[in-house]
């Protein structure tokens, strides 16, 4: 089962940014499928973490990929990139980029894609800037591999990304060193780092959730700006669905590995059909909903799930389960205007009723 | 021994606990924590102006939500009031007793009846200990007669947990059921105000309401009295009656929470208010969103005049460099510390509009307005 982006807002620019390299043989940046990353560890049973994940990503497209801790939206994105642990890993599937499969290339083939037509930022900005070395180095590291820039020419291109990302007084903060600056600023840092290259995509992996709302406001701002500027594709993974309305043109919403629900931004909120994207909608205590209204939780907790290949693994906290549901995996078929993993899906009287606040 | 401020303030009224119907009243409360230098690290260099004169008051059987970025001392306010740091001045009445004066056994007794649910549940409980052991500990340290068959039961019932959870040990709940051990543990002693400093920030989004209900649940069965830390102003609004916003050190401006989000009055509570993202996209694309550049000062250092002069896309020429404002009461129970407040209210004064490209390249304080 593949998800297709044939229900795709036509005002993406389909046909753009064949500046560098081609596009596959369907028109797609980067094209997944049936993705799945199962962890083995010596004694213990598997974990298959991510499992028959499919998506598209046209060039200049913002797609968001929604789920929890453990949903599997992280490893989706480190497997794309190649960035697994090479031992205990079992990766199949597919992910095309240029017409080629590069999931499970060596990774010296990966490092000419890697910085360089597919980018990616990080969770913890502290974490992923090395403690012990000026961001200078840091930034012109990634341009120098890929472009073979003089030490010279690098170092002003730095300067010259550092002021595109809102850090005033690019000539001083090269030298500096991450822990001289805040979090926002680290931050920006990175999405410098990353965008150094002028990536063709760009995966943002929860880039604001260690930020301030503030911060995270200008962040989000700035990531928009430049990836509009730079005609990148943008692969948004994040548990806020804040974050995604205002972003994305394309949801995905996962839960323990699969995608369970994906539609274009309008129709997922306006219109949640799968009871776990409902659940979360009608769960998150909203700035805008009138005071005291209760707030209607998921019951149970994320870790309480059946294994996809018994049955749904949302089917111990839905509310809308049948017994099907149980004894039957549902698949991701399309449905109207989306695709649905469910085998009985929210109502209509069931929506309205998850939409009006 | 507590730090010496190096400003000094008149002494607070004492409030009547008879007629006044705060449970918990804050006057002039100021943290500072020294920060010290020289080769012995024995000389004071200089003061963290963690919690700079803050007055509070929370009624009987309310909810006060305290929101504010991290840094701005909102959590240091929560410990300062249970006494966890130690207070620089003013005064802190609980029940009718200034916490901030008890020393040693006083002190002590008088913990009973305000209590903490912390942030990191799994960092909160000891993991050695069994569930058991860590709700009636509070209990036996406090000398507290209680019924061992029935008490656990009642507790981890009042908190929707099996009876069968006495026996396990944390690590083997999940991190909804481990906050929820941890507020059975909080109102184990029967307090009348309890502290929940960022209550369900480190929950998965689906468990978050859960845990959000249940304080509520909680309130309304046992009279609680909550103050209620967090960043995210969306869970304040929700569980909240009245809310205070928290900028570097203090209060700038405090309400109904209703009256709050519809009409916020000061320019950081109109900031923080659009920084919020909506999960809903018609929201998102037809909202005006003001953006603030940089980042919160230090609270080493902190700007003179107003402390958010620095980064206030209304800020003007006079007033907001040199004078600090106060908190003012513009309508019954709004309080705004803004100079300028009723101007911008009144529309005289506009937030200033500046390019992406200015934003970049300057230090000044600027704002973007923009309409997608």
Same mark, same amino acid.
């Given at each position: 089962m593949t998800v297709t982006a044939?229900?795709?807002?036509?005002?993406?620019?389909?046909?753009?940014?064949?500046?560098?390299?081609?596009?596959?043989?369907?028109?797609?940046?980067?094209?997944?499928?049936?993705?799945?990353?199962?962890?083995g560890v010596r004694g213990q049973k598997e974990v298959r973490a991510v499992d028959e994940v499919s998506f598209d990503i046209r060039p200049g497209e913002h797609i968001g990929l929604v789920g929890e801790s453990g949903s599997g939206k992280s490893v989706t994105s480190l497997?794309?990139?190649?960035?697994?642990?090479?031992? +205990?890993?079992?990766?199949?599937?597919?992910?095309?980029?240029?017409?080629?499969?590069?999931?499970?290339?060596? @990774?010296?083939?990966?490092?000419?894609?890697?910085?360089?037509?597919?980018?990616?930022?990080?969770?913890?900005p502290m974490t992923s800037l090395n403690p012990v070395v000026p961001i200078g180095i840091q930034i012109t590291e990634v341009l120098r591999r890929h472009f073979e820039l003089s030490k010279k020419d690098a170092s002003a291109r730095a300067g010259d990304l550092l002021v595109r990302v809102g850090i005033p007084d690019p000539k001083r903060r090269l030298g500096e060193y991450p822990h001289q600056l805040s979090g926002g600023m680290r931050q920006r840092m990175l999405i410098a780092i990353a965008l150094a290259c002028e990536p063709r995509l760009l995966i943002a992996d929860e880039p604001t959730t260690a930020l301030d709302v503030t911060i995270q406001a200008q962040i989000l701002e700035l990531l928009k700006e430049l990836v509009a500027d730079t005609g990148a594709a943008l692969l948004m993974i994040t548990h806020d669905l804040g974050v995604v309305a205002g972003l994305c043109d394309k949801v995905n919403v996962m839960y323990s590995g699969r995608i369970v629900e994906s539609a274009t931004r309008r129709v997922l909120f306006g219109n949640p059909r799968h009871p776990y994207t409902g659940g979360l909608l009608e769960s998150v205590p909203r700035l805008d909903s009138p005071r005291g209204a209760p707030l209607k939780p998921i019951p149970g907790s994320p870790t309480n799930v059946l294994p996809w290949t018994r049955g749904c693994a949302f089917a111990p906290r839905c509310g809308n389960a049948v017994e099907r549901c149980a004894t039957d995996p549902p698949e991701l078929r399309p449905d109207g205007d989306r695709e649905l993993r469910c085998h009985n899906p929210l109502s209509a009287d069931q929506r309205t009723e998850a939409v009006t606040p | 021994m507590t730090a010496q401020s190096p400003e000094t303030s008149e002494s607070p009224e004492t409030p009547d606990p008879k007629t006044d119907d705060a449970l918990v009243s804050v006057r002039g409360l100021k943290v500072h924590f020294p920060i010290r230098g020289g080769a012995f690290l024995s000389r004071t260099t200089g003061y963290v102006y963690?919690?700079? +004169?803050?007055?509070?008051?929370?009624?009987?059987?309310?909810?006060?939500?305290?929101? +504010?970025?991290?840094?701005?001392?909102k959590s240091t306010l929560g410990r300062a009031i249970l006494r966890l740091v130690p207070v620089t001045e003013g005064s802190v009445w609980v029940d009718g007793v200034d916490v901030a004066t008890l020393k040693g056994e006083d002190l002590r007794r008088e913990r009973q009846n305000m209590q903490m649910v912390f942030q990191d549940p799994l960092a909160s409980l000891n993991p050695r200990q069994s569930i058991e052991t860590i709700l009636t500990e509070p209990l036996r340290e406090h000398g507290i007669e209680y019924n061992r068959e029935t008490r656990v039961r009642e507790l981890l019932e009042k908190v929707g947990l099996p009876a069968s959870?006495?026996?396990?040990? @944390?690590?083997?709940?999940?991190?909804?059921?481990?906050?929820?051990?941890?507020?059975?543990?909080?109102?184990?002693?029967?307090?009348?105000?309890?502290?929940?400093?960022?209550?369900?920030?480190?929950?998965?989004?689906?468990?978050?309401?859960?845990?959000?209900n249940l304080l509520e649940e909680l309130q309304d069965?046992?009279?609680?009295?909550?103050?209620?830390?967090?960043?995210?102003?969306?869970?304040?609004?929700?569980?909240?009656?009245?809310?205070?916003?928290?900028?570097?050190?203090?209060?700038?401006?405090?309400?109904?929470?209703?009256?709050?989000?519809?009409?916020?009055?000061?320019?950081?509570?109109?900031?923080l208010m659009s920084a919020v993202p909506v999960p809903d996209p018609v929201v998102e694309e037809t909202r005006e969103r003001i953006l603030l550049t940089g980042d919160l000062p230090s609270p080493a250092n902190p700007p003179n005049g107003c402390r958010?002069?620095?980064?206030?896309?209304?800020?003007?020429?006079?007033?907001?460099?040199?004078?600090?404002?106060?908190?003012r009461e513009l309508r019954a129970g709004h309080r705004v510390a803004c100079h300028w407040a009723e101007e911008i209210e009144a529309g005289k004064i506009t937030a200033r509009e500046v390019t992406a490209a200015d934003a970049a390249l300057s230090f000044e304080p600027q704002v973007q307005v923009q309409e997608s």
């Open positions: 044939d229900f795709v807002d036509s005002s993406t620019p389909a046909t753009e940014t064949t500046r560098r390299g081609a596009l596959n043989d369907d028109g797609t940046l980067l094209s997944v499928r049936d993705l799945a990353v199962t962890f497997a794309i990139m190649g960035l697994l642990p090479k031992r +205990g890993v079992r990766t199949s599937g597919e992910v095309r980029y240029n017409d080629e499969n590069i999931l499970g290339w060596p @990774p010296r083939k990966m490092s000419g894609i890697r910085g360089r037509d597919i980018a990616m930022v990080f969770q913890d | 963690a919690v700079d +004169g803050v007055d509070l008051e929370i009624k009987r059987g309310t909810t006060l939500g305290l929101v +504010g970025e991290s840094g701005c001392g959870a006495a026996r396990k040990y @944390p690590h083997e709940f999940s991190g909804g059921q481990r906050q929820r051990i941890g507020i059975a543990r909080a109102i184990a002693m029967e307090p009348a105000f309890v502290i929940a400093d960022e209550p369900v920030s480190a929950l998965d989004v689906s468990i978050q309401a859960q845990v959000l069965d046992l009279g609680l009295t909550y103050l209620v830390i967090a960043h995210d102003l969306a869970v304040v609004r929700h569980v909240s009656d009245e809310v205070a916003v928290m900028y570097l050190g203090g209060i700038v401006e405090h309400a109904d929470s209703d009256e709050l989000y519809n009409e916020p009055m000061h320019p950081y509570t109109k900031a958010f002069h620095t980064r206030c896309p209304f800020r003007q020429e006079t007033r907001c460099d040199t004078e600090r404002p106060e908190l």
